[in-house]
């Protein structure tokens, strides 16, 4: 491609993200002050009888001086409504979330072995993160690796601060686990009981006590 041919160009957009369309409204909102400016400049040149050109330059000058205090203005309101907002939202500051593009990309490609060996190095630098470890677990459990999956799934069930999201979730799917592994069905059991035991009177224990009359009925169990 010859040198400038079909260059892109960067327009305001590109350059400030989502704050370009703030801008783009403050800077439109500026015929306000610019035409109120000027009336004010004009008129405070006529009542001192100032000749046509220096009532012309006082317009002038009132639009400027206007026109910069409204741009001031604006954008100090919008920053400051920006922080109260985020403030009252998110009072405790952002949180920052991973994300798992590179590794969702590789399995897309067909390369599992990948995607699981870089959750693997997040594992090692997130010792209290669960996130990685359901990732991995998950796909480990697409995989065939059983083992793997079930000391993830675990792993997550034994964090310090584990939210009980991330907690009944790999219960839930250690019970998946189980019934597609041969010979290790009836540990299905114990984590439907464990739900139940962890979450008692909520919806979570409901299902689990649901679940646990399935599987003991397909598993041929009477107790």
């Known amino acids: ?97 991973r994300q ?19 959750y693997e190095g997040i594992i090692l630098e997130a010792p209290d993160d669960a996130q990685p470890r359901i990732r991995a677990a998950d796909l480990y459990a697409k995989s065939g690796l059983r083992e793997r999956a079930e000391l993830l799934y675990r792993a997550v069930q034994r964090l310090p601060s584990v939210a009980a999201r991330d907690d009944i979730y790999a219960s839930n799917r250690l019970v998946d686990l189980y019934l597609s592994w041969p010979g290790h069905e009836a540990k299905g059991l114990r984590e439907l009981r464990r739900l139940v035991d962890t979450y008692p009177e909520t919806d979570v224990a409901e299902r689990a006590r649901a679940g646990l009359v399935n599987l003991k009925s397909q598993l041929g169990v009477t107790e």
């Open 100 to 118: 798992y593009s590179h590794e969702d990309t590789l399995v897309m490609r067909g390369d599992a072995e990948g995607a699981l060996a870089s």
């Open 1 to 97: 491609m010859s040198a400038g041919r079909d260059e892109y160009k960067q327009s305001l957009f590109d350059k400030q993200g989502p704050e370009a369309i703030h801008t783009l409204r403050t800077a439109t909102s500026l015929s306000i002050p610019i035409v109120s400016g000027a009336f004010i400049g004009g008129a405070l040149a006529v009542r001192s009888d100032f000749s046509g050109a220096l009532i012309v330059l006082s317009g002038l000058g009132g639009s400027l001086v206007l026109a910069v205090w409204w741009w001031f203005c604006m954008i100090t309101i919008r920053n400051w409504t920006g922080r109260a907002f985020g403030a009252f939202i998110q009072p405790t500051g952002p949180r920052y979330e």
